[in-house]
């Protein structure tokens, strides 16, 4: 049975770890950002469908213009970051269920199902969002993930000609622990939670 990670870990994870909003220029290289969808992939989604799509924006020119389609507040935060990854979530997932869970026809449970389709795909693809992010932590790395964007621009802007749509960004790198906020309040489990 796994025990509990040491509590230096889980501050790492959880306790310590912030949404960060300025960042050191010194760039990610490709074998870190390998390393972390390599971890992201392992989380799990429904019937391992994994609906994600992950667009790394490490040039200027790709930062630029992402920051070009996002909030003036959420501008800066990108074309600071050495990297700002797009979220995406695959409408025609399905298709790769055959090679994902070959086990059965799950590619039929989707087909001419729009809103399950969606809706799958939206759960899913923010559920990788969120291994995204802890995986970054785990690998020392902090993040900044944001909404405050011009949806159907991104997608123009990076998605055209798939089935793909934007969910969320996320910048990442190592934030300079400047602008940051104090930590903010969390609900208590007695608001949050029951046990049934």
Request: with cysteine.
């Amino acid at each position: 049975m796994p025990e509990f990670l040491p509590a230096e870990a889980l501050d790492q994870l959880f306790e310590k770890a912030r949404t960060h909003y300025d960042w050191e220029p010194a760039p990610l290289d490709e074998a870190l950002l390998r390393r972390l969808y390599d971890l992201t992939k392992m989380g799990p989604t429904s019937a391992n469908a994994s609906p994600a799509r992950f667009i790394f924006c490490t040039s200027a020119e790709a930062r630029d213009k992402l920051a070009s389609l996002a909030s003036d507040a959420n501008a800066p935060k990108i074309r600071s970051a050495p990297v700002t990854v797009i979220i995406g979530m695959d409408l025609a997932f399905h298709d790769k269920l055959p090679q994902l869970f070959p086990h059965t026809d799950a590619k039929s449970w989707f087909e001419g199902n729009d809103a399950l389709i969606r809706e799958t795909a939206f759960r899913n693809s923010s559920l990788q969002g969120a291994w995204l992010i802890m995986a970054a932590r785990a690998l020392g790395l902090d993040t900044g993930p944001m909404s405050g964007f011009d949806k159907a621009g991104v997608d123009r802007a990076f998605w055209e000609g798939t089935q793909v749509e934007t969910n969320f960004i996320c910048s990442i790198g190592h934030g300079t622990g400047q602008k940051l906020f104090p930590r903010l309040p969390r609900l208590a489990f007695e608001d949050a939670c029951r046990i049934a």
